[in-house]
DNA sequence: GTTTGTGCAAATGCTTTGCAATTTG
DNA sequence: CAAATTGCAAAGCATTTGCACAAAC
């Protein structure tokens, strides 16, 4: 199992950005980093902090929101509006760059890769004469009901 | 000037939706869309609310969501969440399709299209089985401060 | 011991809802 | 005139803020 190492790897970038930022390294910002990766889902603010009650871990809303802004900064979390008004946070390290798709009628979020962004986005950086550090990406779309038969 | 006869086909193209859907054709209902077709910008309900009340119109909030809903569902509006929990509703008749690149420093909202999207869109809807209906693609970038000099 | 971070509760801000009054067909 | 739509105010959520207490350094 590569869980506890890659959990460890992951808690040493975020202490490499503390000390960097001179932050403090409170538990509860551990605790909260170890929560989102020991999901693969995308994560909203309530769900997280149910999730940590469940554990017999107590935080706060108010720290929750704090520490995403924190671990975002760090690059340890992606955050996501997929349109409901509703904001989601992912895990990013370990987890490679990819896209969603949200299947608009279940809710369902799907992942994909495609290299073509990635030269869009090198196209858009010389017309524009701007640098690129962040993109999204969202297909909403909806299953195919029609199969091979006819 | 094409202003007024543009904005009576995109008055047209509401009030077919409006007859198909059974909806009644109320004169909020037209003013809200001329408002947005008459600004460039990205606009916020907060702002049309303002913009329409300078003008004297007088329509609740209430109706502005309700008709938000029905603009992009008949697909003269549409609506974008650019991270920072403001919705932002643009027209889209006209206007073609077009992605956004933020300047997270300053706000700004620059325009672009890149035929190479659709491709992935066909990709995807390939790959996943999947019938993509819309799309929302955006790159957040700063400028760049070098130039030619040197 | 200072200063930063946390938790709590109150405040804020965007959006939705309930209902009476109005307007459309 | 029946049903849909509007406006208003209240209610609902997600997020932010202020401040006393606790924890990090």
Do not use: W
């Given at each position: 199992?590569?869980?506890?190492?890659?959990?460890?790897?992951?808690?040493?970038?975020?202490?490499?950005?503390?000390?960097?930022?001179?932050?403090?390294?409170?538990?509860?910002?551990?605790?909260?980093?170890?929560?989102?990766?020991?999901?693969?889902?995308?994560?909203?603010?309530?769900?997280?902090?149910?999730?940590?009650?469940?554990?017999?871990?107590?935080?706060?809303?108010?720290?929750?929101?704090?520490?995403?802004?924190?671990?975002?900064?760090?690059?340890?979390?992606?955050?996501?509006?997929?349109?409901?008004?509703?904001?989601?946070?992912?895990?990013?390290?370990?987890?490679?760059?990819?896209?969603?798709?949200?299947?608009?009628?279940?809710?369902?979020?799907?992942?994909?890769?495609?290299?073509?962004?990635?030269?869009?986005?090198?196209?858009?950086?010389?017309?524009?004469?701007?640098?690129?550090?962040?993109?999204s990406l969202y297909f909403y779309a909806f299953r195919n009901t029609k199969t091979i038969e006819n």
């Amino acid at each position: 199992m590569t869980c506890f190492s890659s959990l460890n790897i992951v808690k040493e970038e975020l202490t490499k950005y503390l000390i960097e930022k001179k932050y403090r390294k409170t538990p509860e910002r551990y605790a909260i980093l170890e929560e989102i990766y020991n999901s693969n889902e995308h994560l909203d603010i309530d769900t997280l902090f149910a999730k940590m009650q469940d554990r017999n871990y107590r935080v706060s809303k108010a720290t929750l929101y704090n520490t995403m802004e924190i671990l975002i900064d760090c690059n340890l979390v992606r955050k996501h509006q997929f349109g409901d008004n509703i904001t989601r946070f992912e895990k990013s390290f370990f987890h490679g760059k990819h896209d969603h798709i949200i299947l608009t009628d279940t809710g369902e979020v799907l992942e994909f890769s495609d290299p073509r962004i990635q030269e869009i986005k090198e196209t858009i950086e010389d017309i524009f004469n701007v640098k690129i550090d962040e993109h999204s990406l969202y297909f909403y779309a909806f299953r195919n009901t029609k199969t091979i038969e006819n």
